[in-house]
């Protein structure tokens, strides 16, 4: 377990440069699980640390496999100082424990939600993960273990989550990229669905 989280940070490390704060998270019956924070010029990244260090597990499997499985951390990149967007610390580890929690496996196109603001003020309870291999590559782990993926997580407003749940994610995804979206604005308001 310490060994993979050992080279996904160094992974997010190469990626994204030298976190300039860290915070950790442990719910009961859970691994830690950390939320380090990059700042790129105006833009904040999160990525999460610890979500990888177990496979997650088919929940219609009677016994999880220690070893094979897939892993992943979550990436969120929101646009710095218009919202109090270090308060989604708890929330994205939260969203990170799901897998452990819940017994799901989180991968694109799937949507999360917190059941409250994923920072104070915030349009967005939910998101939705998108594909990895953008931000971050893949991380390649010895045979037998499935890579680690980084999987970048776009926020959505409630009826953005209604509509994605009709549509499918890749019409919403579709919605946002016609319409010019700014998904990394906190503030942002609902795209049009009309």
Known sequence: MGEVLA???TRLRTALGEPDARAAVTFLGTDRIEVLRFMDGDLVRYATLGMSAQPMADPTSALADPVKGPRAELVLTVRGGLAETDK???PL???AATPQVEGVVVAPGA????GEPLWPGAPFSSVLVAESGGLVEDLELDHPMDPVRFLP???MTANEA???RVHGAQALEERWLIQGTDLR???RR???LD
Do not use: G, H, I, M
């Not at 949507?111 to 917190?114: C, F, Q, R, T």
């Open 88 to 90: 989604v610390l708890r």
């Open 7 to 9: 080279l996904v940070e």
């Open 93 to 95: 580890a939260v969203l």
């Open 190 to 192: 609902s795209v049009n």
């Open 153 to 155: 997580l776009l926020p």
């Open 111 to 114: 949507s999360l939600d917190v």
């Open 162 to 164: 209604a509509w994605k």
């Open 185 to 187: 604005d906190p503030l």
